[in-house]
T-cell receptor, first 113, second 114 residues
Framework: GQQLNQSPQSMFIQEGEDVSMNCTSS?????WLWYKQDPGEGPVLLIA?????ELTSNGRLTAQFGITRKDSFLNISASIPSDVGIYFC?????????????FGKGTKLTVNP | NAGVTQTPKFRVLKTGQSMTLLCAQD?????MYWYRQDPGMGLRLIHY???????AKGEVPDGYNVSRLKKQNFLLGLESAAPSQTSVYFC?????????????FGDGTRLSIL
């Protein structure tokens, strides 16, 4: 089945630094989604990407849908303590005749003030 | 607007017990999903529903059953709980099947099986 490789698994950064994480796959996806999960809560959608090559920003967050449709990255600029959490990528694509949403394993971000 | 609400938030069961997790959404969404989240595993789809009265298997359906008798509710049942089902369970919904529809998640149910 489709697999997503999300990296890095964890990051420890200083407040004010920029952050970059990415997801790659051997399969093609039609949609890429980036979620953030705070402790004790469900994932919340940050950015949705619908076209290959698309670059979308949401405040200090920027994400891109790779040209090959097999990867996506998320950048966070000038990190702040509330950026702490687990970030998940998700790709939507066809598998076995039906459309499925596949999640990466997450990137745990720690921001030191 | 509550969005997606899951009950209960926490539960401890003994092996062999049964229970039902409830997911309710007030957004009139057609599609609903149940995921489990385990450390280092991301989110894995258990079952999903494309509309009232329908259900379908996801990636890890064994040991679970679901029902969608009303459009706003999606129930996840464990008939005979096993320790391997200790996990955090998330419900999600989308407006329709379209590939452009992001999922709205509940806050999760933490289930421990002793």
């Amino acid at each position: 089945g489709q697999q997503l490789n999300q990296s890095p698994q964890s990051m420890f950064i200083q407040e004010g630094e920029d952050v970059s994480m990415n997801c790659t796959s051997s399969s093609i996806f039609n949609t890429w989604l980036w979620y953030k999960q705070d402790p004790g809560e469900g994932p919340v959608l940050l950015i949705a990407l619908y076209k290959a090559g698309e670059l979308t920003s949401n405040g200090r967050l920027t994400a891109q849908f790779g040209i090959t449709r097999k990867d996506s990255f998320l950048n966070i600029s000038a990190s702040i303590p509330s950026d702490v959490g687990i970030y998940f990528c998700a790709g939507r694509g066809w598998q076995g005749g039906s459309e499925k949403l596949v999640f990466g394993k997450g990137t745990k971000l720690t921001v030191n003030p | 607007n509550a969005g997606v609400t899951q009950t209960p938030k926490f539960r401890v069961l003994k092996t062999g017990q049964s229970m039902t997790l409830l997911c309710a959404q007030d957004m009139n969404h057609e599609y609903m999903y149940w995921y489990r989240q385990d450390p280092g595993m991301g989110l894995r789809l258990i079952h999903y529903s494309v509309g009232e009265g329908t259900t379908a298997k996801g990636e890890v359906p064994d040991g679970y059953n679901v029902s969608r008798l009303k459009k706003q509710n999606f129930l996840l049942g464990l008939e005979s709980a096993a320790p391997s089902q200790t996990s955090v369970y998330f419900c999600a919904s989308t407006r329709d099947r379209g590939g452009n529809q992001p999922q709205h998640f509940g806050d999760g149910t933490r289930l421990s099986i002793l």
